[in-house]
């Protein structure tokens, strides 16, 4: 929480000790301070706009752009199926074995905060975070239905007249509209978009949906309408680990006092030339901020570095003839070398530096494994797991029988014809369980459906005393089709016969 | 005792305490952590209300809800026979022949298989069906009574010598020593010709001697070359796959006190679709054989019949 600037001024005084006086208790708990942003206009502003536009045309555009898969998979472009277990995004699809691409995923878009944190400061809170978005979107209500900043003050110390229970009622449910249209645009990322729509409306959609875009309608209206900036403030963990990562050369919002000290008004600059600076102390900085603080006192846990309190300065210095950016991104050696000074270096300095280049490398090194990985990655895969009861069977002409749990494993979105070879085992044959003994060959033709694993259990059998090698391959082959890569997988184990030691 | 003062840059009062020049901020709590206590207050009265909570002597309070773990089990129990009923259904309706006409159904009749045998059959025949001494592998290609499914379905559900199913499969070996029908010494001989057969000892006297002996006493059921007889479950005996052992001192053993297997007749414990899927998965291990061609001319029957 900021402090009280009145506060800061017994502070400084010597505090009266132990003087008798009525002892002042403070309250255990602290009501919150309503937060009324003013409305402002300016490039920061714009570009907040801009990002807020884009994040929420993500969200809720994204599950209904479609994406021709063929007959045998989902067409939603970017679709979560966990009934199935698969996850969709475009033109890859990612199968539960191949998780680590997730993960790869997530640990990039945990460097990626680093990087920019490390780049532009917190950037992310500022402009991308969906609570500062939600947050902004929800104050942009609050100016609609209750007025600016003051009619907005004036209304929360209002007494409960008709009135102001009609505009609460009013903005209540606009906020409970956004509420539900992010909580339930939510679900369409784990089903089939259109058909969950028309489930949901018609009641026919499954009780997880209703309940999940409950939930989350819930913590839009509580964490975006109510709770707004003690989010980042309290229950975020993110603005105490960005405290740890910013240093002397990060991006923060900056009020340059040494521009701005001692404060005074305008009649104060014509009466007394050159004694006071250029701060006017009209307290804009102040009124604009999303959080609530006054940025002259530094930098602070609250603030976000959304810029607003930039453009307001910047507004009030053209409108009273001084130069801009009293109020600006700057880095703390930067800070410095302009208080010794300096001419202000250009910001794009602070950005380009080992550390964030290091975090960079870091970022586009796993993104490029990644993508690699992608290249390089089969949709055919054989596991095969040897029976340990019993490691092998007699047969009665004394051949020797070993059985295995197969799985074919067609990773395409259409069905595949696959031959399972033996390799190694020289006049050794298989046959599958739904097969009789007598149907053993060398190779058998499977057709596995599209995006499927067929489960099989496979028999080897070898004529008496041929397995000598006791080391062979299963080998998968799909058939090609016309002007295709033939694919294939091995596996390679162990043929178990009487007598063996291990 | 405390000594409070102002914090200077933060301007907030002091908890008053100090604690090796660490010193801790009176910053209130927010408001609303309040009101989230006491909300975990009223679901926690809530949820001692309708859900069982507080212990007594012989149980808890039993919560308005109803709500046992075993009640929670009894329904989860009741939704997987719900969803497997439609399954259990179609085997039943299907004869345990056309199983393999239906690739999904038989793959469920496997399935369901495996899980009854971990209940029923594994303490005789082993967890990996591979059977002990006097227990038959069910993985391999020797079977006693017939490895088609129709007859390893016939086997489960009437048991092998299973007092109280009159159709239980029945054949008895005479104890060839212990009756007296042979001496011991001629005992020796049809076991060394026994040993020869099976391709275990070359031919010499005894095996000579014991070939006529075997000829005269053991070829009826057995078969001339000993390639066994199915009919009365009779084993092959020219083949590596011993029920009891191929040795000498185990079969002098066997040819004179005999042996006498039993099965219990799991038609009198188990039901028809559970019986039906065990012969699924026993025909499944591997060993499982083709239906003779034409044979559906109920095959119980017939093995009655034949059985003495």
Redesign the interface.
Known sequence: ?P??PK??L???TP?P?GGGGAP?E???????EPVCPSKIDGRFRRFKWAVMAFCLAVYWGTPWLRWDRGPWAPHQAVLIDLAHRRFYMFGIEIWPHEFYFVAGLLIMAGIGLFLVTSAVGRAWCGYACPQTVWTDLFQHVDRLIDGDRNAQLALDRAPWTARKVTKRVAKWAIFLGISFATGGAWIFYFADAPTLQREFWTGTAPGVAYGCVAVLTFTTFWLGGF?RE?VCV?MCPWPRIQSAMLDEKSLIVTYKDWRGEPRGSLKQAKRLPGAVGDCIDCKQCVAVCPTGIDIREGAQIGCITCGLCIDACDRVMGQVGRARGLIDYCTLDDAEHERQGGAAKPLIRAIFRPRTLVYLGLWGGIGLALLFMLGQRTRLDLSVAR????EF??????SV?N?FTVKLRNMEDRPRQVVLSLDGLPQGAIYS??M???AARPALRFTVPADTTQRL?I?AVVPSGTAQERHFTFRLTAQAGPGEQPAQDAVKTEFSAPGDTD | MADKRIDEPTGVETVGHEWDGIEELNTPLPRWWLWTFYATIVFAIGYVVVYPAIPGRHAATAGTLGWTSRGALDKDLKAADAARAQTRAAIAATPVEKLADNPQLLRAAIEGGAAAFKQNCVQCHGAGAAGSKGYPNLNDDDWLWGGDIATIHQTLEHGIRYPGDEQTRVSQMPAFGKDGILTAAQVQDVVSHVRVISGQDKPNASSTRGAQIFADNCSVCHGANGEGNRTVGAPRLNDKIWLYGGDRATLTQTVTYARQGVMPAWGQRLDPVTIKMLAAYVHSRGGGEALPPAAPAAPATAAVAQAR
């Open positions: 929480m402090a009280d506060l800061k017994v502070a400084s505090a000790q002042h403070p309250s255990l708990y602290a009501r919150r709770m003690q309290y029976d340990r009861n019993p069977v007699q047969l009665s002409n004394g029988r059985g369980d739904e009789d003994a007598a259990r028999y």
